[in-house]
């Protein structure tokens, strides 16, 4: 199976080949240039880096304009599938905690479609 790469800690795809190593993310732009930072967990204030803005100003932006900074927005692209298969993970496991079962699957088209069904408390 295909070695996933590391999450990026602004858009949350998995688009960088390590952490802090300034990688700059192709999805959002952002350089990643703190491996302390992580998505989906509060960043503290530090100096500013390569980014002009904090990376949870960076969050706020890529819901917004598609990128960290609206001046990247032009270089930023979608997640390709199998960046975003981490996130499916990640996604997956925790409807699977809320009491959510894999009911079936089906593939058409080049799509997989998964059925869910709740499982009886
Ligand atoms: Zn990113």
């Given amino acids: 199976m295909k070695?996933?790469?590391?999450?990026?800690?602004?858009?949350?795809?998995?688009?960088?080949?390590?952490?802090?190593?300034?990688?700059i993310c192709p999805v959002c732009w952002w350089e990643d240039d703190d491996?302390?930072?992580?998505?989906?967990?509060?960043?503290?204030?530090?100096?500013?880096?390569p980014n002009h803005v904090h990376v949870w100003q960076a969050r706020e932006n890529f819901v917004a304009f598609g990128a960290s900074e609206e001046r990247r927005s032009r270089r930023a692209r979608p997640p390709?599938?199998?960046?975003m298969l981490g996130v499916?993970?990640?996604?997956?496991?925790?409807?699977?905690?809320?009491g959510w079962?894999?009911?079936?699957?089906a593939s058409d088209d080049g799509y997989v479609y998964m059925a869910l069904k709740r499982r009886k408390p």
């Fill in 35 to 49: 491996a302390a930072e992580e998505y989906g967990q509060p960043a503290p204030e530090r100096p500013e880096g």
């Fill in 101 to 105: 079962a894999v009911a079936g699957l």
């Fill in 3 to 23: 070695q996933l790469h590391s999450q990026c800690p602004c858009c949350g795809y998995f688009t960088l080949h390590g952490r802090g190593e300034d990688d």
């Fill in 80 to 83: 390709h599938a199998d960046e």
């Fill in 88 to 98: 499916l993970d990640a996604e997956l496991a925790s409807l699977l905690q809320q």
